[in-house]
């Protein structure tokens, strides 16, 4: 997603970087990162790759990374799209369904319905914890769900460095270069659980927020809405006009929606809100 990185995409105006989908620009990120294992498609067994493509997912450019947790410890996981994580059991559970059109776009894995998600801030040490800015990014973030009306699911927020046994957890990597974030999606009924954020501590909360609220509605099953284009990126990247794995929400926009909070860039001028289509696509998966 994201080709600009840390550069400005010549489509906008100057003064507004955008940051892929809450990572900032991919390429120098892999040059300057340790986190990511330089690999190309071709080292990537082909049963993931496939699994991806019938999920719809954009297989370009698709590294196996050492995800790094809160404790300091890492898992092997695969990056989908800059921002998206999956493990390969994840992966290898992705649901195939058909039906796309131009719309808001949810994946087939959702979170049980009904479902109160237990949600940590995490407040450890070793450059892990949320800073002040953060920790009120994350409670306005949640504060985006919770004050729906008409969606079934619910979140309980703490703030604590027990995450062991939260349905999720949204903390910072002091080791990744750039600014966003990385998520994955729901899978048996529950939301992906790590919501990584890192290098935004130069712009102000509501951007924060933005990229929160946004990589939670990863975790609980929404695709980039400007999946098939990547405009919000300044691209023309279409992945495919009919196939599987990325259900239009009836209801939504037809067309790009740069309001949405779910388009693949952000800006430095969010305001960390949902736009009316992500309401009615979060009404209609829940």
Not at 8 to 24: D, G, R, V
Not at 105 to 132: A, C, E
Not at 166 to 194: C, E, I, R, T
Not at 256 to 279: H, K, L
Request: glycine share 10%; proline share 2%.
């Amino acid at each position: 997603m994201k080709h600009f990185k840390i550069a400005f995409i010549a489509l906008f105006s100057l003064s507004i970087c955008l940051q892929s989908c809450q990572t900032e620009d991919l390429n120098d990120s892999i040059e300057e990162s340790k986190i990511l294992e330089d690999l190309d498609n071709d080292n990537i067994p082909d049963a993931i790759v496939n699994k991806l493509a019938e999920f719809y997912m954009n297989t370009d450019g698709i590294k196996k990374v050492d995800f790094l947790l809160p404790d300091g410890t890492t898992m092997d996981m695969y990056q989908v799209e800059e921002d998206i994580m999956l493990s390969e059991k994840q992966i290898m559970a992705l649901e195939i369904n058909n039906g796309i059109t131009d719309r808001n776009y949810r994946t087939n894995n959702l979170v049980s319905q009904g479902r109160n998600i237990s949600i940590v801030g995490y407040t450890g040490s070793g450059g892990f914890g949320l800073s002040d800015k953060e920790k009120t990014a994350l409670q306005w973030a949640v504060n985006n769900y919770n004050n729906l009306s008409g969606v079934s699911i619910s979140f309980t927020l703490t703030f604590s460095t027990n995450y062991q046994s939260k349905d999720m957890v949204v903390y910072h990597n002091p080791n990744q270069s750039g600014a966003g974030g990385s998520a994955g999606f729901p899978s048996n009924g529950l939301p992906n659980k790590f919501v990584q954020i890192y290098g935004l501590n130069n712009y102000d909360t509501n951007v924060v927020e933005h990229v929160i609220t946004h990589e939670i509605g990863h975790s609980v099953g929404f695709r980039h809405t400007d999946w098939f284009s990547r405009q919000s990126c300044g691209q023309n990247s279409n992945e495919g006009t009919a196939g599987v794995g990325a259900i239009s929400i009836p209801g939504t926009s037809s067309g790009y929606n740069p309001d949405s909070i779910m388009v693949a860039c952000f800006s430095n001028g969010e305001d960390g809100e949902f736009d009316s289509d992500d309401v009615i696509g979060l009404q209609y998966m829940y």
